[in-house]
């Protein structure tokens, strides 16, 4: 186990390097402040130093707001805020002090977006937990196909991907017109619910005729995970805590 200075105190941090990336990207993102103590210590319960992304993003912000809040990457927030956006520890059910038995299972939950969608990055052993990739690839949870997919890319490669416009044609054909002023309104515990679902076949022929109404994030989740069981009795394992 590594300390906490050695995690830290690095010469070739990721974030100043991951900021200019930011500055010169194209997609709105807004770097939410963030709490140092809670982002180091974040940083020993994963074990992964401030020469990575995602160290970066736990030590020096509270999360970032791609495209209007239309995605959520989770970092360390400085203010307890029942409405604001949650934790990468919180959301990750993480210990309150240090345990170095805790695991994050079958992976790490490292963004959500508004439609319940999960990325997360897998475990050591992704069969095992039932999903697709290879150890610490991230996946997603598409909640229109209620299952995960392989995204061919580590957190680096994800986030330069999100940074450089990929969520445009991810999202093709789940996005409407109109759909950054809805999203905008929407807090940090908050998603989307359709009327259809996504998953169905009305949602998919017409995906603007559904109505849509502001839900916690956890009940959505939850509603997912209920239709996966429903439909072929898969469980989609760990989706978020928050």
């Not at 990336?21 to 103590?37: H, I, K, R």
């Not at 982002?39 to 020096?60: D, E, H, M, W, Y």
């Not at 999202?171 to 759909?179: A, I, K, Q, T, V």
Request: aromatic fraction near 8%; hydrophobic fraction near 45%.
């Amino acid at each position: 186990m590594r300390e906490v200075h050695e995690l830290v105190d690095v010469d070739d941090p990721a974030w100043p390097v991951l900021l200019e990336e930011l500055s010169g990207s194209g997609v709105p993102v807004e770097v939410l402040p963030g709490d140092a103590e809670a982002g180091r210590a974040g940083l020993r319960q994963l074990q992964v130093s401030a020469r990575s992304n995602l160290g970066g993003i736990v030590l020096n912000c509270g999360g970032l707001l791609v495209d209007s809040g239309w995605l959520r990457v989770f970092g360390s927030p400085g203010a307890s805020d029942a409405e604001g956006l949650p934790g990468l520890a919180e959301v990750n059910a993480m210990p309150s002090a240090f345990d170095p038995a805790w695991r994050p299972g079958a992976g790490l939950v490292v963004a959500h977006d508004v439609l319940g969608g999960v990325f997360a990055l897998n475990g050591g052993d992704p069969r095992a937990a039932g999903r697709p990739g290879e150890p610490g690839e991230v996946v997603y949870f598409a909640p229109d196909a209620l299952g995960w997919e392989a995204l061919g890319a580590g957190h680096s490669a994800w986030l330069s991907w999100i940074l450089a416009g990929g969520l445009d044609e991810f999202y093709g054909d789940l996005r409407w017109d109109g759909w950054r002023g809805e999203v905008s309104a929407l807090n940090g515990r908050q998603g989307l619910s359709f009327f259809p679902p996504l998953w169905s076949a009305e949602a998919r022929q017409d995906l603007p005729a559904t109505s849509r109404r502001p839900v916690p994030m956890a009940e959505l989740l939850g509603l997912s995970r209920d239709s996966c069981v429903q439909f072929d009795g898969a469980d989609p394992g760990f989706l978020g805590a928050a």
